[in-house]
């Protein structure tokens, strides 16, 4: 037994490991639980996953990929740090995906994503830009209090812009009391519901240029560079 003090090494899951728990999660019938572990990386891309899986509280230490995943139910990132970046490009999700008071290191990528219920970002956290580009979401997009700031690095500087072109949202967005390092740009989005900017602060453009948005522009409070639409 450790003596009083000592330092206990940090047990860090391995790519095996997460395999064995998705595998006894499938068996179970349950979510596959990771929250609060500490974990090398996570490369997930192109699977197919029958089951929820949360990492809630868990800290990465490299990227986390989800490039074209399927997961069978909800994931959940709530509060995770990932030290670098996170990639769910072309991700198919049956649930929700829930990224609130999520931390990247780099970019958070969810170009082409498909979420089946709601997506959750409120207060997360991105250092670098955040892409929904084409992503379809059959709920709502919460991004209330997000902050998305520049990446500066000895290879020169990510912008902390915000896309949102050609997304298709079948429900609301809603981005108060946002601060965007960059633009934030709603390019031939389709929202169905209302686009909630109160209080955001965008310190570059903002761009609704051909976007379709069926509810009210809320923008009361709103500070940006200059509005293109």
């Known amino acids: 037994m450790p003596e009083n003090g000592e330092n206990i090494p940090e047990e860090i899951l391995t790519p095996e490991d997460i395999e064995d728990e998705l595998e006894a999660a499938a068996e179970e019938n349950r979510e596959a639980n990771f929250s609060n572990k500490t974990i090398r990386e996570i490369n997930l891309s ?17 990227p986390a990929f989800f490039s074209r ?10 509060a995770a740090i990932i030290n670098t ?23 958070l990528n969810l170009i082409g994503v498909i979420v089946d219920k ?18 379809v ?3 709502s997009v919460n991004c209330r209090k997000i902050t998305v700031q520049n990446s500066e690095s000895t290879t020169g500087i990510i912008r902390g812009d915000v896309f949102f072109q050609e997304t298709r ?14 633009l934030l740009s709603f390019e031939k989005a389709r929202i169905r519901g209302f686009l909630n900017l109160t209080n955001a602060v965008i310190n570059d453009f903002l761009l609704l240029k051909d976007a379709n948005i069926k509810g009210e522009l809320k923008s009361e409070g709103m500070e940006c560079k200059g509005k293109i639409s």
Do not use: H, M, P, W
């Open 169 to 182: 949202v079948k429900d609301y967005v809603d981005l108060e009391e946002a601060y965007v390092d960059g």
């Open 46 to 62: 192109d699977k197919t996953i029958e089951t929820g899986i949360t990492f809630a509280g868990a800290k990465i230490l490299g």
């Open 137 to 139: 979401i059959s709920g």
């Open 85 to 107: 970046s996170l990639y769910l490009g072309e991700a198919k999700i049956s649930g929700e995906l829930s990224c609130r008071q999520t931390s990247t290191g780099e970019v």
């Open 69 to 78: 995943t399927v997961i069978a139910g909800n994931l959940n990132l709530d």
């Open 118 to 135: 709601n997506l959750n970002l409120e207060e997360a956290r991105v250092r670098g830009f955040l892409s929904l580009n084409k992503a």
